[in-house]
T-cell receptor
Framework: GESVGLHLPTLSVQEGDNSIINCAYS??????FIWYKQESGKGPQFIID?????DKRQGQRVTVLLNKTVKHLSLQIAATQPGDSAVYFC????????????FGQGTELSVKP | DSGVTQTPKHLITATGQRVTLRCSPR?????VYWYQQSLDQGLQFLIQ???????AKGNILERFSAQQFPDLHSELNLSSLELGDSALYFC???????????FGEGSRLTVL
């Protein structure tokens, strides 16, 4: 079956350090992946996406890496700031299942000043 | 601000009751999605509409129904409510059938 899961439910980092949030997916047919950030009391907010024909994509302070061989996705946040504290979700799109995104359970990132 | 508007923001009701949650997508977005987020849970996909037609269905209970109207706003109807239906219900929209979803702030439903 399909599943998107996260290796670590919580991650605590020091301000200024780099953060790496990992995600495993099980469906090799997934063609599109997105990372979302959800702050307390708010809706998920798009961070960065990547298509399956790429293995790396960079944004502002964030990088997403995709390893299709082991079905692994990671989000790297450079110079983590207190404002980065939130729950991070990875999500995958499986073309055969229409437009729905399947979300993982989420990782809570806590940034210590 | 994502441009997706959900009402009401908070709703408290009793078991057995029925509620309607409303979503206005971003201007120009044809796809609307509904997700349920329970305490300590991820986002569970419920249903998707594209330009008024049901496009994909997830683990949506038979007590729940939804529709997308000609003006593209959507409503999620929850009936015969149970305590376990207490959750955050998110609406999201996108321009196309697939792609980046823009989420609203959610409707927090509490069933007592």
């Amino acid at each position: 079956g399909e599943s998107v899961g996260l290796h670590l439910p919580t991650l605590s980092v020091q301000e200024g350090d780099n953060s790496i949030i990992n995600c495993a997916y099980s469906n090799s047919a997934s063609d599109y992946f997105i990372w979302y950030k959800q702050e307390s009391g708010k809706g998920p907010q798009f961070i960065i996406d990547i298509r399956s024909n790429m293995d790396k994509r960079q944004g502002q302070r964030v990088t997403v890496l995709l390893n299709k061989t082991v079905k692994h996705l990671s989000l790297q946040i450079a110079a983590t700031q207190p404002g980065d504290s939130a729950v991070y979700f990875c999500a995958e799109n499986i073309p055969s299942q229409g437009g729905k995104l399947i979300f993982g359970q989420g990782t809570e990132l806590s940034v210590k000043p | 601000d994502s441009g997706v508007t959900q009402t009401p923001k908070h709703l408290i009701t009793a078991t057995g009751q029925r509620v309607t949650l409303r979503c206005s997508p971003r201007s120009g977005d044809l796809s609307v999605y509904w997700y349920q987020q329970s305490l300590d849970q991820g986002l569970q996909f419920l249903i998707q509409y594209y330009n008024g037609e049901e496009r994909a269905k997830g683990n949506i209970l038979e007590r729940f129904s939804a529709q997308q109207f000609p003006d593209l706003h959507s409503e999620l109807n929850l009936s015969s409510l149970e305590l376990g239906d207490s959750a955050l219900y998110f609406c999201a929209s996108s321009v196309r059938v697939t792609g980046e979803l823009f989420f609203g702030e959610g409707s927090r439903l509490t069933v007592l």
